[in-house]
């Protein structure tokens, strides 16, 4: 085996229901024990993210800290957001086994927290149209790398113009990160064009 330049993560439909609260999106993110998950379901083979950046590429922070298993601060997060009761989801993903075991884990780990999820398997190309289309809640992704560059994390997975067909199967919008990204396609210099995607990053 060799290293690959792959990030496997959940894109969290930023326009859906309860979705469009930056407090929901982190109660998800606190719910789940990220660490256990590469432990116990993929054998070690990976390392947890704390950005979308792959830590062996220039930009990304690796003294960054992801996401800690804290369920107290998920429901405190809900509660915050209006939820005091939990939300139902769908968690969409392919046939794939180890995606469809990811997926029933991440719907134990959510329900600790009050997060009531269906899973709903599809063949690859059917989940990936109804993610394209805006049509799941969460949806289980991966994505390898074209060239060994920042940017093709940042740009296809995140920028506002990728929206759907384009990879940003979040819908993810935010002007300045945007601005950031696009400001770091068309620096020459390459110190500055890495201190551009780190911010975007963060």
Do not use: C, M
Request: charged share 25%; hydrophobic share 40%; net charge positive.
């Amino acid at each position: 085996s060799t290293p690959s330049l792959e990030l496997v993560y959940v894109a969290i439909n930023t326009t859906r229901g309860p979705l469009a609260d930056v407090r929901v999106r982190q109660a998800l993110n606190y719910a789940v024990d990220r660490g256990r998950i590469v432990k116990n379901l993929i054998a070690g083979r990976g390392e947890l993210a704390a950005g979308v950046i792959p830590s062996s590429l220039p930009g990304s922070d690796t003294t960054r800290t992801g996401y800690a298993f804290d369920t107290t601060r998920a429901r405190q997060l809900l509660r915050e957001a209006g939820y005091p009761k939990g939300i139902d989801l769908e968690l969409w993903t392919s046939t794939n086994p180890i995606y469809v075991r990811i997926a029933e884990t991440l719907q134990a780990y959510l329900k600790l927290s009050g997060v009531r999820v269906k899973v709903v398997q599809r063949e690859s190309a059917a989940a990936r149209e109804a993610a394209r289309k805006g049509g799941t809640d969460l949806f289980i992704k991966d994505w390898y790398a074209d060239y060994p560059d920042a940017e093709n994390f940042l740009y296809p997975l995140l920028h506002s113009a990728n929206k759907g067909v384009g990879g940003n199967v979040s819908f993810y919008a935010n002007a300045q990160f945007d601005s950031l990204v696009t400001l770091a396609r068309r620096e020459p210099d390459e110190a500055k064009r890495v201190a551009l995607y780190t911010q975007a990053d963060a």
